[in-house]
Each structure stands twice: as C-alpha cells, then as structure tokens.
C-alpha cells in the first residue's frame, strides 16, 4: 500500500527556532510536494521535489530517495509561519498521496 | 493569490437543496482537481479533469456531480448531500496531470 506518514503531528516552537518536519514513504516516488495550508482553509505549494534540496527564502526542502524521506525545514521561524504542513507524493504516475499535515505554530 | 479562485468561500445548505461550487482558475492550466478535506483526515482526491475531459472520478458519491465547461472553469453541483459531507472543498489546477499543483482557497460547506 502506497503510504505517507507525517511527524510531528503538532509542533509549537518559539519565534526564531530552527524548524524540521518530516515526511517518509511506503514506495519509489516520482514526485514529493510540500504544501502549506493556512487558518483560512487556503493551500500554497511550497516545493515539488524529486532529488535533492531546494531553497526559497528561509524555506529549505530536502529529499533522500534511497531512505524514502524528505524534510521541511524553516530558518529563523516567525508567526506569520504557523500553519498546517502538507507532504504529497506521487507514486509513480498515481495521483497524489496526502499526509496528514504537521500544526506549527510559532510563538513570539 | 495563487491564480485559482472558488466561490464561495463558505456555503451552509439544507440536505434537500441544490447548490453548486464553482473554481476558475487564471493560470492558463489544462488539468483541474476537485479536492475534499474533512477534520482531522487527509486531503482525498475527488475528480480530475484533464483538457475538459474527466479522467479519474476517485469512487465519489453521485450526489456529488462535477462540470468542466472549459479548461479554465470547474463545477461542483451538489445535491441531496448528508451531514458527514460538511467539510472543506478545494479545487486546484496544474499545467498537465503529475505538475506543479495550485490550489484555491476552498469552499467551506456545512450540511444541516
């Protein structure tokens, strides 16, 4: 079974701290996405991954094909950040798998 | 504003009433997603349509009926819906199917 799993479920960190959330796969991927959805039910892709890393601003995306994991992680983390975090994958030319997202909420 | 807009963004209707969702998106897309977010569960895949054709209908309830006009507009009619289908909709877009994904702000709907 094609599966997607999310950690932390919650994460409440303090203005500045340096933040990671993680998300591991069942199967071979052709795709990972990071979305993040604000209070208002909005959704904002972040990053579409297949190796590698990529950065935009204090957001860095990181991905291991060999261990099936990628990480989110956030520099420097602000207010304006608290949201739900969303890893998808593709397997293969499926649709996409959701997780069940990451809270972060970011104390000042 | 990520170039796909829905309305409205929040719907409350009676169980015997006809309503629908509507998402157009701006972007020039030829592939749109109808999404379901229901508390505390993953995102679900609905519908997809790619060039106005329905490619994937992901074993929805018929009380839920989609329409692609064009590829920039997309349609949710809803009917005869039931209290458990309260939840967060979400449409979306992709320049072709397994791309970049743009997603709208949603439509929250309530069932009573």
Same mark, same amino acid.
């Given at each position: 079974k094609n599966e997607v799993e999310q950690s932390p479920q919650n994460l409440t960190a303090q203005e500045g701290e340096f933040i990671t959330i993680n998300c591991s796969y069942s199967v071979g991927i052709s795709a990972l996405h990071w979305l993040q959805q604000h209070p208002g039910g909005g959704i904002v892709s972040l990053f579409m991954l297949s190796s590698g890393k990529k950065k935009h601003g204090r957001l860095i995306a990181t991905i291991n094909i060999q261990e099936k994991h990628s990480s989110l992680h956030i520099t420097a983390?602000? =207010?304006?950040?608290s949201a739900v975090y969303i890893c998808a994958v593709r397997f293969g030319n499926e649709k996409l798998t959701f997780g069940t997202g990451t809270r972060l909420t970011i104390i000042p | 504003e990520t170039g796909v807009t829905q309305t409205p963004r929040h719907l409350v209707m009676g169980m015997t009433n006809k309503k629908s969702l509507k998402c157009e998106q701006h972007l020039g897309h030829n592939a749109m997603y109808w999404y379901k977010q229901s508390a505390k569960k993953p995102l679900e895949l609905m519908f997809v349509y790619n060039f106005k054709e329905q490619?994937?209908?992901?074993?929805? =309830?018929?009380r839920f009926s989609p329409e692609c006009p064009n590829s920039s507009h997309l349609f949710l009619h809803l009917h005869? +819906?039931? =209290?458990?289908?309260?939840a967060l909709y979400l449409c979306a877009s992709s320049q072709? +199917?397994?791309?970049t994904i743009y997603f709208g702000e949603g439509s929250w709907l309530t069932v009573v």
């Open positions: 983390s602000h =207010p304006r950040d | 490619t994937e209908n992901n074993s929805v =309830p018929s005869t +819906l039931q =209290p458990e289908d309260s072709v +199917l397994g791309d």
